[in-house]
T-cell receptor, first 114, second 116 residues
Framework: SQTIHQWPATLVQPVGSPLSLECTVE??????LYWYRQAAGRGLQLLFY??????ISSEVPQNLSASRPQDRQFILSSKKLLLSDSGFYLC?????????????FGSGTQLSVL | AQSVTQLGSHVSVSEGALVLLRCNYS??????LFWYVQYPNQGLQLLLK??????LVKGINGFEAEFKKSETSFHLTKPSAHMRDAAEYFC??????????????FGTGTRLKVLA
């Protein structure tokens, strides 16, 4: 069966420090991968998505970047964190390129930038 | 671009009462709509999805939603609330992305509180 791993579960980082969050999917090939951020009162905001290795689509220009070095690995990064980067980060995947696909979510990373 | 709007960031109901969570969509093409639920400190789980096969969609845990094109709505209901229904609920719509895939746009969420 397919599973998604996301780590770390919680992270406290100082302003100006770098960030690397990792997400891996098991049990499927060539998944569509997504990064979302959930901030208080702002719902779930799509940050990046990817249909394949090295293919990244950015939804919101900001302090973050994403990479997909391997088929089932999706990484969210920042060179210098801002206070506004705090939030709950969720990785998700889907199988097919179809408009009614179900998204499978990881358990999330709670990031606090202080 | 497609979007969804959820009216009411917080909804409180008594246990056993009707649950109604509101979602309106904006779409230039026939939309595909979803409801997801998020329990504290967890990822989201799919409750149900509208695929145009039927306007009344039944999901898990006794929830259902009705697609109303004339009202551009896809409200989520449950006849009788249980304590375990307390969670945050998100409405979502799919939108065509790049490279032939689809991206999923979520609303701001509605936190449901169930009172004993």
């Amino acid at each position: 069966s397919q599973t998604i791993h996301q780590w770390p579960a919680t992270l406290v980082q100082p302003v100006g420090s770098p960030l690397s969050l990792e997400c891996t999917v098991e049990g499927t090939s060539n998944p569509n991968l997504y990064w979302y951020r959930q901030a208080a009162g702002r719902g779930l905001q799509l940050l990046f998505y990817s249909v394949g290795i090295g293919q990244i689509s950015s939804e919101v220009p900001q302090n973050l970047s994403a990479s997909r070095p391997q088929d089932r690995q999706f990484i969210l990064s920042s060179k210098k964190l801002l206070l506004s980067d705090s939030g709950f980060y969720l990785c998700a995947w889907s199988v097919f390129r179809h408009p009614v696909e179900k998204l499978f979510f990881g358990s999330g990373t709670q990031l606090s930038v202080l | 671009a497609q979007s969804v709007t959820q009216l009411g960031s917080h909804v409180s109901v008594s246990e056993g009462a009707l649950v109604l969570l509101r979602c309106n969509y904006s779409s230039s093409v026939p939309p595909y709509l979803f409801w997801y639920v998020q329990y504290p400190n967890q990822g989201l789980q799919l409750l149900l999805k509208y695929t145009s096969a039927a306007t009344l969609v039944k999901g898990i845990n006794g929830f259902e939603a009705e697609f109303k094109k004339s009202e551009t709505s896809f409200h989520l209901t449950k006849p009788s609330a249980h304590m375990r229904d307390a969670a945050e609920y998100f409405c979502a719509v799919s939108d065509r992305g790049t490279s032939g895939t689809y991206k999923y746009i979520f609303g701001t969420g509605t936190r449901l509180k169930v009172l004993a």
